[in-house]
Protein backbone atom coordinates (compact mmCIF):
# COMPACT_ATOMS: atom_id res chain seq x y z
CA UNK A 1 0.00 0.00 0.00
CA UNK A 2 3.09 2.36 0.54
CA UNK A 3 4.72 1.75 -2.94
CA UNK A 4 1.26 2.47 -4.41
CA UNK A 5 0.97 5.66 -2.47
CA UNK A 6 4.11 6.60 -3.02
CA UNK A 7 4.00 6.36 -7.49
CA UNK A 8 0.58 8.44 -7.24
CA UNK A 9 1.96 10.94 -5.07
CA UNK A 10 2.38 14.50 -7.24
CA UNK A 11 6.15 14.09 -6.87
CA UNK A 12 5.68 11.33 -9.86
CA UNK A 13 4.70 14.35 -12.31
CA UNK A 14 9.13 14.83 -12.27
CA UNK A 15 9.82 11.11 -12.65
CA UNK A 16 9.70 9.53 -15.74
CA UNK A 17 7.70 6.55 -14.65
CA UNK A 18 4.44 5.87 -11.97
CA UNK A 19 1.52 7.52 -11.70
CA UNK A 20 1.06 10.89 -11.34
CA UNK A 21 -3.06 12.51 -10.09
CA UNK A 22 -5.25 12.88 -12.81
CA UNK A 23 -6.45 15.57 -11.63
CA UNK A 24 -2.87 16.84 -12.53
CA UNK A 25 -1.99 15.10 -15.35
CA UNK A 26 -4.28 16.19 -17.32
CA UNK A 27 -4.09 19.88 -17.83
CA UNK A 28 -0.25 19.65 -17.78
CA UNK A 29 -0.80 17.15 -20.90
CA UNK A 30 -3.36 20.09 -22.11
CA UNK A 31 -1.22 22.34 -21.98
CA UNK A 32 0.78 20.49 -24.52
CA UNK A 33 -1.89 20.05 -26.83
CA UNK A 34 -3.07 23.36 -27.53
CA UNK A 35 0.84 24.38 -27.91
CA UNK A 36 1.46 21.37 -30.38
CA UNK A 37 -2.19 21.47 -32.34
CA UNK A 38 -1.89 25.33 -33.69
CA UNK A 39 1.47 24.30 -35.23
CA UNK A 40 0.78 21.19 -36.33
CA UNK A 41 -2.47 22.82 -38.32
CA UNK A 42 -0.46 25.87 -39.38
CA UNK A 43 1.67 24.25 -42.11
CA UNK A 44 -1.23 21.64 -42.90
CA UNK A 45 -3.33 24.48 -44.07
CA UNK A 46 -0.35 26.26 -45.39
CA UNK A 47 0.41 23.51 -47.59
CA UNK A 48 -2.98 22.63 -48.60
CA UNK A 49 -3.70 26.21 -49.59
CA UNK A 50 -0.46 26.22 -51.42
CA UNK A 51 -1.37 23.30 -53.06
CA UNK A 52 -5.02 24.12 -54.18
CA UNK A 53 -6.18 21.39 -52.51
CA UNK A 54 -10.15 20.70 -52.46
CA UNK A 55 -11.92 21.35 -49.12
CA UNK A 56 -12.44 17.41 -48.50
CA UNK A 57 -8.35 17.08 -49.11
CA UNK A 58 -8.21 20.14 -46.78
CA UNK A 59 -9.44 18.10 -43.71
CA UNK A 60 -8.12 15.41 -44.65
CA UNK A 61 -4.50 16.69 -44.62
CA UNK A 62 -5.13 18.24 -40.87
CA UNK A 63 -6.82 14.92 -39.73
CA UNK A 64 -3.58 13.07 -41.38
CA UNK A 65 -1.23 15.52 -39.54
CA UNK A 66 -3.02 15.61 -36.17
CA UNK A 67 -2.91 11.70 -36.38
CA UNK A 68 0.95 11.57 -37.11
CA UNK A 69 1.97 14.22 -34.24
CA UNK A 70 -0.49 11.49 -31.67
CA UNK A 71 1.69 8.49 -33.32
CA UNK A 72 4.96 10.32 -33.26
CA UNK A 73 4.49 11.35 -29.37
CA UNK A 74 4.04 7.31 -28.73
CA UNK A 75 6.61 5.95 -30.35
CA UNK A 76 8.86 8.60 -28.55
CA UNK A 77 7.34 7.65 -25.46
CA UNK A 78 7.11 3.84 -25.00
CA UNK A 79 10.06 2.53 -27.76
CA UNK A 80 8.32 -0.50 -29.28
CA UNK A 81 11.44 -2.46 -29.82
CA UNK A 82 15.09 -1.79 -27.70
CA UNK A 83 16.23 1.26 -29.97
CA UNK A 84 13.63 2.42 -31.75
CA UNK A 85 11.95 5.78 -29.94
CA UNK A 86 14.08 7.70 -27.17
CA UNK A 87 11.62 6.40 -24.36
CA UNK A 88 11.28 10.42 -23.57
CA UNK A 89 8.86 12.93 -23.27
CA UNK A 90 9.58 14.46 -26.49
CA UNK A 91 6.66 15.94 -27.82
CA UNK A 92 6.66 16.09 -31.99
CA UNK A 93 4.38 17.53 -34.56
CA UNK A 94 4.63 18.46 -38.02
CA UNK A 95 7.45 20.40 -39.30
CA UNK A 96 6.99 23.90 -40.40
CA UNK A 97 10.24 24.27 -42.36
CA UNK A 98 10.13 21.06 -44.82
CA UNK A 99 7.12 20.99 -46.39
CA UNK A 100 6.17 24.53 -46.86
CA UNK A 101 10.17 25.09 -48.11
CA UNK A 102 9.42 21.68 -50.54
CA UNK A 103 5.91 22.40 -51.56
CA UNK A 104 6.55 26.12 -53.28
CA UNK A 105 8.79 24.08 -55.97
CA UNK A 106 6.93 20.19 -55.74
CA UNK A 107 3.61 18.57 -55.95
CA UNK A 108 2.70 17.16 -53.12
CA UNK A 109 3.34 13.38 -54.43
CA UNK A 110 6.57 14.78 -55.42
CA UNK A 111 7.12 15.85 -51.48
CA UNK A 112 5.34 12.26 -50.41
CA UNK A 113 8.06 10.34 -52.42
CA UNK A 114 11.07 12.98 -51.28
CA UNK A 115 9.70 12.11 -47.60
CA UNK A 116 10.45 8.43 -48.25
CA UNK A 117 13.85 9.38 -49.40
CA UNK A 118 14.79 11.38 -46.77
CA UNK A 119 13.18 9.40 -44.21
CA UNK A 120 15.73 6.55 -45.18
CA UNK A 121 18.41 9.18 -45.35
CA UNK A 122 17.32 10.35 -41.67
CA UNK A 123 17.26 6.40 -40.42
CA UNK A 124 21.28 6.19 -42.11
CA UNK A 125 21.76 8.82 -40.06
CA UNK A 126 20.69 7.83 -36.67
CA UNK A 127 22.32 4.39 -37.26
CA UNK A 128 25.56 5.64 -37.58
CA UNK A 129 25.28 8.63 -34.69
CA UNK A 130 27.11 6.62 -32.27
CA UNK A 131 30.66 6.51 -33.86
CA UNK A 132 30.08 10.77 -34.57
CA UNK A 133 28.69 11.44 -31.25
CA UNK A 134 31.75 13.18 -30.81
CA UNK A 135 31.44 15.34 -33.05
CA UNK A 136 27.98 16.86 -31.12
CA UNK A 137 30.01 17.71 -27.64
CA UNK A 138 28.62 19.92 -25.32
CA UNK A 139 29.68 23.38 -26.25
CA UNK A 140 28.16 22.52 -29.94
CA UNK A 141 24.48 20.86 -28.68
CA UNK A 142 24.57 23.86 -26.66
CA UNK A 143 25.06 26.37 -29.23
CA UNK A 144 22.28 24.51 -31.26
CA UNK A 145 20.06 24.88 -28.44
CA UNK A 146 20.89 28.31 -27.92
CA UNK A 147 20.67 29.31 -31.99
CA UNK A 148 16.86 27.31 -31.61
CA UNK A 149 15.44 29.45 -28.86
CA UNK A 150 16.85 32.70 -30.36
CA UNK A 151 15.61 31.70 -34.31
CA UNK A 152 12.05 30.86 -32.59
CA UNK A 153 11.82 35.23 -31.45
CA UNK A 154 10.69 36.28 -34.97
CA UNK A 155 7.75 33.82 -34.69
CA UNK A 156 6.47 34.00 -31.64
CA UNK A 157 7.08 37.90 -32.08
CA UNK A 158 4.71 37.45 -34.98
CA UNK A 159 2.22 35.75 -33.56
CA UNK A 160 1.99 37.97 -30.78
CA UNK A 161 1.15 40.95 -32.98
CA UNK A 162 -1.38 38.68 -34.41
CA UNK A 163 -0.19 36.12 -36.98
CA UNK A 164 -1.25 36.19 -40.87
CA UNK A 165 -4.56 37.91 -40.27
CA UNK A 166 -6.24 41.36 -40.44
CA UNK A 167 -5.22 41.74 -36.95
CA UNK A 168 -1.58 41.87 -37.23
CA UNK A 169 0.14 44.85 -35.32
CA UNK A 170 -3.15 46.32 -34.39
CA UNK A 171 -3.87 47.24 -30.37
CA UNK A 172 -6.35 44.48 -29.61
CA UNK A 173 -3.87 41.55 -30.84
CA UNK A 174 -1.20 43.21 -28.47
CA UNK A 175 -3.50 43.85 -25.44
CA UNK A 176 -4.58 39.96 -25.73
CA UNK A 177 -0.60 39.23 -26.13
CA UNK A 178 0.66 41.33 -23.00
CA UNK A 179 -2.19 39.84 -21.22
CA UNK A 180 -1.55 36.51 -21.61
CA UNK A 181 1.53 36.83 -21.36
CA UNK A 182 1.36 38.34 -17.55
CA UNK A 183 -0.81 35.48 -16.81
CA UNK A 184 2.08 33.30 -17.51
CA UNK A 185 4.56 35.34 -15.82
CA UNK A 186 1.96 35.79 -12.56
CA UNK A 187 1.72 31.90 -12.60
CA UNK A 188 5.19 31.18 -13.17
CA UNK A 189 6.31 33.39 -10.25
CA UNK A 190 3.93 33.61 -7.63
CA UNK A 191 1.47 30.27 -8.15
CA UNK A 192 1.93 27.32 -6.31
CA UNK A 193 1.35 23.76 -7.12
CA UNK A 194 -0.58 23.09 -10.48
CA UNK A 195 -0.92 27.11 -10.98
CA UNK A 196 2.80 27.14 -11.44
CA UNK A 197 3.34 24.30 -13.60
CA UNK A 198 0.59 24.72 -15.47
CA UNK A 199 1.39 28.45 -16.22
CA UNK A 200 1.05 28.50 -20.28
CA UNK A 201 -2.01 26.79 -20.22
CA UNK A 202 -3.58 29.03 -17.70
CA UNK A 203 -2.27 31.84 -20.08
CA UNK A 204 -3.73 30.52 -22.77
CA UNK A 205 -6.99 30.07 -21.40
CA UNK A 206 -7.23 33.46 -20.02
CA UNK A 207 -5.77 35.07 -23.29
CA UNK A 208 -8.56 33.21 -25.24
CA UNK A 209 -11.33 34.38 -22.66
CA UNK A 210 -10.16 38.01 -23.28
CA UNK A 211 -9.78 37.16 -27.00
CA UNK A 212 -13.35 35.88 -27.32
CA UNK A 213 -14.93 38.60 -25.08
CA UNK A 214 -13.27 41.44 -27.44
CA UNK A 215 -14.69 39.82 -30.58
CA UNK A 216 -18.11 39.60 -28.82
CA UNK A 217 -18.17 43.02 -28.42
CA UNK A 218 -16.99 44.12 -31.55
CA UNK A 219 -13.61 45.15 -30.93
CA UNK A 220 -12.08 42.86 -33.36
CA UNK A 221 -12.66 39.87 -35.19
CA UNK A 222 -9.76 37.65 -33.71
CA UNK A 223 -11.52 34.16 -32.93
CA UNK A 224 -13.61 32.75 -35.55
CA UNK A 225 -16.11 29.98 -35.11
CA UNK A 226 -17.46 29.15 -38.53
CA UNK A 227 -14.78 26.13 -38.35
CA UNK A 228 -16.53 24.10 -35.73
CA UNK A 229 -19.79 24.22 -37.54
CA UNK A 230 -17.87 22.68 -40.82
CA UNK A 231 -16.16 19.98 -39.50
CA UNK A 232 -17.23 16.72 -39.12
CA UNK A 233 -17.51 13.88 -36.66
CA UNK A 234 -15.07 11.02 -37.67
CA UNK A 235 -13.19 10.05 -40.33
CA UNK A 236 -10.18 7.76 -40.90
CA UNK A 237 -7.37 8.60 -43.64
CA UNK A 238 -7.10 6.64 -46.62
CA UNK A 239 -3.82 5.12 -47.61
CA UNK A 240 -2.16 6.95 -50.89
CA UNK A 241 -4.89 9.07 -50.80
CA UNK A 242 -2.50 12.12 -52.15
CA UNK A 243 -0.14 9.94 -54.11
CA UNK A 244 3.11 9.30 -54.52
CA UNK A 245 5.72 10.18 -57.17
CA UNK A 246 9.37 10.62 -56.93
CA UNK A 247 11.40 13.46 -58.31
CA UNK A 248 15.15 13.44 -58.04
CA UNK A 249 15.99 17.22 -57.42
CA UNK A 250 12.82 16.90 -54.58
CA UNK A 251 14.57 13.30 -52.77
CA UNK A 252 17.95 14.69 -53.03
CA UNK A 253 16.70 17.90 -51.31
CA UNK A 254 14.58 16.19 -48.79
CA UNK A 255 17.59 13.92 -47.92
CA UNK A 256 19.38 17.21 -46.90
CA UNK A 257 16.87 18.37 -44.93
CA UNK A 258 16.30 15.14 -42.76
CA UNK A 259 19.60 15.23 -41.81
CA UNK A 260 19.35 18.65 -40.76
CA UNK A 261 16.50 17.85 -39.30
CA UNK A 262 17.94 15.60 -37.25
CA UNK A 263 20.57 18.06 -35.77
CA UNK A 264 17.62 19.73 -34.73
CA UNK A 265 16.32 16.98 -32.65
CA UNK A 266 19.53 16.43 -31.38
CA UNK A 267 19.69 20.19 -29.85
CA UNK A 268 15.65 19.62 -28.53
CA UNK A 269 16.78 16.03 -26.68
CA UNK A 270 19.84 17.83 -25.24
CA UNK A 271 18.00 20.84 -24.28
CA UNK A 272 15.05 18.31 -22.87
CA UNK A 273 17.19 16.17 -20.83
CA UNK A 274 19.11 19.30 -19.32
CA UNK A 275 16.23 21.25 -18.13
CA UNK A 276 13.94 18.11 -17.26
CA UNK A 277 16.62 15.29 -16.24
CA UNK A 278 19.57 17.53 -15.09
CA UNK A 279 22.20 15.49 -17.51
CA UNK A 280 22.92 15.10 -20.94
CA UNK A 281 21.07 12.54 -23.78
CA UNK A 282 22.35 8.91 -24.35
CA UNK A 283 23.52 7.78 -27.38
CA UNK A 284 20.73 4.89 -27.56
CA UNK A 285 18.38 7.68 -26.87
CA UNK A 286 19.31 10.08 -29.36
CA UNK A 287 19.65 7.19 -31.86
CA UNK A 288 16.69 5.93 -30.75
CA UNK A 289 14.98 9.36 -30.95
CA UNK A 290 16.02 9.92 -34.80
CA UNK A 291 15.00 6.24 -35.82
CA UNK A 292 11.88 6.69 -35.11
CA UNK A 293 11.47 10.01 -36.44
CA UNK A 294 12.44 8.83 -39.77
CA UNK A 295 11.05 5.83 -39.94
CA UNK A 296 7.33 7.41 -38.87
CA UNK A 297 7.62 9.99 -41.42
CA UNK A 298 8.58 6.91 -44.54
CA UNK A 299 5.50 5.08 -43.33
CA UNK A 300 3.76 8.53 -42.72
CA UNK A 301 3.96 9.41 -46.59
CA UNK A 302 1.78 7.20 -47.40
CA UNK A 303 -0.84 8.32 -45.70
CA UNK A 304 -0.17 11.91 -47.16
CA UNK A 305 1.58 12.99 -43.11
CA UNK A 306 3.79 15.42 -43.57
CA UNK A 307 7.43 14.91 -42.08
CA UNK A 308 7.89 15.52 -38.23
CA UNK A 309 10.21 17.46 -36.05
CA UNK A 310 10.67 17.63 -32.36
CA UNK A 311 8.53 20.80 -31.13
CA UNK A 312 10.97 23.16 -29.37
CA UNK A 313 7.93 24.84 -27.83
CA UNK A 314 7.06 22.39 -25.70
CA UNK A 315 10.63 21.23 -24.68
CA UNK A 316 10.71 24.52 -23.21
CA UNK A 317 7.84 24.03 -21.57
CA UNK A 318 9.55 20.79 -20.03
CA UNK A 319 12.12 23.32 -18.62
CA UNK A 320 10.17 25.55 -17.36
CA UNK A 321 7.91 22.98 -15.03
CA UNK A 322 10.45 20.19 -14.58
CA UNK A 323 7.62 17.52 -15.67
CA UNK A 324 8.51 14.66 -17.24
CA UNK A 325 6.23 12.37 -16.50
CA UNK A 326 4.75 10.00 -19.35
CA UNK A 327 1.62 9.94 -18.54
CA UNK A 328 0.85 13.23 -18.87
CA UNK A 329 2.87 13.23 -22.40
CA UNK A 330 0.58 10.10 -23.27
CA UNK A 331 -2.21 12.24 -22.14
CA UNK A 332 -1.87 14.97 -24.80
CA UNK A 333 -0.56 12.31 -27.42
CA UNK A 334 -4.17 10.39 -27.18
CA UNK A 335 -6.02 13.94 -26.75
CA UNK A 336 -4.29 14.53 -30.16
CA UNK A 337 -5.34 11.31 -31.49
CA UNK A 338 -8.80 11.83 -31.02
CA UNK A 339 -9.09 15.35 -32.59
CA UNK A 340 -7.29 13.57 -35.86
CA UNK A 341 -10.35 10.57 -35.57
CA UNK A 342 -12.95 13.47 -34.22
CA UNK A 343 -12.52 16.49 -36.66
CA UNK A 344 -14.62 18.46 -34.63
CA UNK A 345 -12.73 18.70 -31.51
CA UNK A 346 -9.39 19.59 -33.53
CA UNK A 347 -11.69 22.61 -34.99
CA UNK A 348 -12.09 24.33 -31.83
CA UNK A 349 -8.53 24.18 -30.68
CA UNK A 350 -8.26 25.65 -33.81
CA UNK A 351 -9.63 28.89 -32.86
CA UNK A 352 -7.31 29.97 -30.31
CA UNK A 353 -5.36 33.17 -31.79
CA UNK A 354 -2.06 33.23 -32.90
CA UNK A 355 -1.90 36.36 -30.36
CA UNK A 356 -2.87 34.59 -27.04
CA UNK A 357 -0.48 31.75 -28.29
CA UNK A 358 2.40 34.19 -29.14
CA UNK A 359 1.95 35.79 -25.78
CA UNK A 360 2.37 32.01 -23.92
CA UNK A 361 5.36 30.58 -25.93
CA UNK A 362 7.27 33.61 -25.68
CA UNK A 363 8.80 33.27 -22.22
CA UNK A 364 9.02 29.20 -23.17
CA UNK A 365 11.77 30.23 -26.08
CA UNK A 366 13.44 32.10 -23.40
CA UNK A 367 14.12 29.72 -21.29
CA UNK A 368 15.35 27.77 -24.45
CA UNK A 369 17.99 29.95 -25.11
CA UNK A 370 18.66 30.49 -21.45
CA UNK A 371 19.64 26.54 -21.44
CA UNK A 372 21.82 26.66 -24.54
CA UNK A 373 23.48 29.24 -22.27
CA UNK A 374 23.42 26.98 -19.47
CA UNK A 375 25.06 24.59 -21.15
CA UNK A 376 27.91 26.20 -23.22
CA UNK A 377 28.70 27.75 -19.58
CA UNK A 378 28.29 24.92 -17.34
CA UNK A 379 31.41 24.84 -16.31
CA UNK A 380 32.34 28.24 -15.27
CA UNK A 381 34.54 29.02 -17.47
CA UNK A 382 33.96 30.60 -20.81
CA UNK A 383 37.11 30.29 -22.71
CA UNK A 384 37.58 32.92 -25.89
CA UNK A 385 37.80 29.29 -27.30
CA UNK A 386 34.31 28.95 -26.56
CA UNK A 387 33.44 32.71 -27.30
CA UNK A 388 34.24 32.04 -31.08
CA UNK A 389 32.95 29.11 -30.97
CA UNK A 390 29.47 30.47 -29.97
CA UNK A 391 29.65 33.49 -30.85
CA UNK A 392 30.49 32.87 -34.40
CA UNK A 393 28.01 30.08 -35.00
CA UNK A 394 25.62 31.76 -33.64
CA UNK A 395 25.82 35.17 -35.23
CA UNK A 396 26.26 33.73 -38.97
CA UNK A 397 24.01 31.04 -38.79
CA UNK A 398 20.99 33.76 -37.42
CA UNK A 399 22.56 36.78 -39.65
CA UNK A 400 21.89 34.32 -42.90
CA UNK A 401 18.09 33.36 -42.11
CA UNK A 402 17.72 37.15 -41.43
CA UNK A 403 18.78 38.24 -44.64
CA UNK A 404 16.62 36.93 -47.72
CA UNK A 405 18.74 36.63 -50.97
CA UNK A 406 21.99 36.75 -49.37
CA UNK A 407 23.17 33.30 -50.93
CA UNK A 408 21.18 33.36 -54.21
CA UNK A 409 24.51 33.09 -56.06
CA UNK A 410 25.70 30.56 -54.63
CA UNK A 411 24.58 26.93 -55.47
CA UNK A 412 20.87 26.15 -54.21
CA UNK A 413 21.64 23.20 -51.67
CA UNK A 414 23.57 26.09 -49.56
CA UNK A 415 20.73 28.15 -49.24
CA UNK A 416 18.32 24.79 -48.77
CA UNK A 417 20.61 24.04 -45.90
CA UNK A 418 21.86 27.53 -44.24
CA UNK A 419 18.63 29.18 -44.82
CA UNK A 420 16.45 27.18 -43.77
CA UNK A 421 16.73 27.08 -40.15
CA UNK A 422 19.03 28.74 -37.73
CA UNK A 423 20.06 25.92 -35.96
CA UNK A 424 20.85 23.52 -38.93
CA UNK A 425 23.63 26.50 -39.55
CA UNK A 426 24.76 26.80 -36.77
CA UNK A 427 25.60 23.24 -36.26
CA UNK A 428 27.41 23.11 -39.21
CA UNK A 429 29.71 25.89 -38.38
CA UNK A 430 30.17 25.06 -34.69
CA UNK A 431 31.04 21.41 -35.76
CA UNK A 432 34.41 22.30 -37.59
CA UNK A 433 35.27 25.13 -35.46
CA UNK A 434 35.48 22.64 -32.26
CA UNK A 435 37.49 19.95 -34.14
CA UNK A 436 39.85 22.95 -35.60
CA UNK A 437 40.57 25.71 -33.18
CA UNK A 438 43.39 25.06 -30.56
CA UNK A 439 42.81 24.31 -27.43
CA UNK A 440 45.06 25.66 -24.21
CA UNK A 441 45.34 24.44 -20.67
CA UNK A 442 42.14 25.86 -19.44
CA UNK A 443 40.06 24.85 -22.58
CA UNK A 444 41.26 20.50 -21.65
CA UNK A 445 40.94 21.00 -17.65
CA UNK A 446 37.17 21.85 -18.85
CA UNK A 447 36.29 19.21 -21.07
CA UNK A 448 37.42 17.03 -18.49
CA UNK A 449 35.86 18.12 -16.08
CA UNK A 450 32.60 18.50 -18.59
CA UNK A 451 33.76 14.28 -19.01
CA UNK A 452 33.57 13.46 -15.43
CA UNK A 453 30.32 15.00 -14.85
CA UNK A 454 28.67 13.29 -17.44
CA UNK A 455 30.15 9.97 -16.82
CA UNK A 456 28.80 10.49 -13.02
CA UNK A 457 25.27 11.68 -14.84
CA UNK A 458 25.56 8.60 -16.59
CA UNK A 459 25.97 5.92 -13.91
CA UNK A 460 23.43 7.77 -11.62
CA UNK A 461 20.72 7.05 -14.86
CA UNK A 462 22.13 3.30 -14.61
CA UNK A 463 21.89 2.96 -11.15
CA UNK A 464 18.02 4.45 -11.45
CA UNK A 465 17.42 2.22 -14.47
CA UNK A 466 18.76 -1.23 -12.44
CA UNK A 467 16.88 0.02 -9.65
CA UNK A 468 14.01 0.62 -11.61
CA UNK A 469 14.12 -3.08 -12.66
Given at each position: ??????????????????????????????????????????????V????????????????????????????Q??????????????????????????????????????????G??????A????????????????????????????????????????????????????????????????????????????????????????????????????????????????????????????????????????????????????????????????????????????????F??M?????????????????????????????????????????????V?????????????A??????????????????????????????????????????G????F???????????A?????????????????????????????????????K?????
Open positions: MQQHTRQTSPSTLFQLNGIPPMDKAIPLGFQHVVVAIVSTVSPALLANTANMAADQKIMLVQVSLLMTAVAILLLFPIVRGFGSGLPLVMGISFILPTLMIERFTFAEMMGAQIIGIAGALFVFLKPIRKLFPTIVTGTVVMTIGMSMYPIAMRNMAGGYTDNFGTAPAWIVTLFTLLVVVICDNWGKGIIRLGAVLWGLIAGYILAVILTEIGVAPLVNFSAIGEAGWFSLPRPMQFGVSFNTTACISMAILFVANSLQTIGDMSSLTVGGFDRMPTDRELSGGILAQSVGAIVGALGGPTCSYSECVGIVTVTKVVNRVVFAIAAFALLLCGLVPKFASVLTTPECVLGGAVISVFVITMTGVRMVTGSGRFTNRKATIVGLSVAVSIGITQVDGCMSLPEVDTVFGSFAPVGALIAIPLNLLLPKNQEDLDDEQEQREREEKQMEALKREVSAK
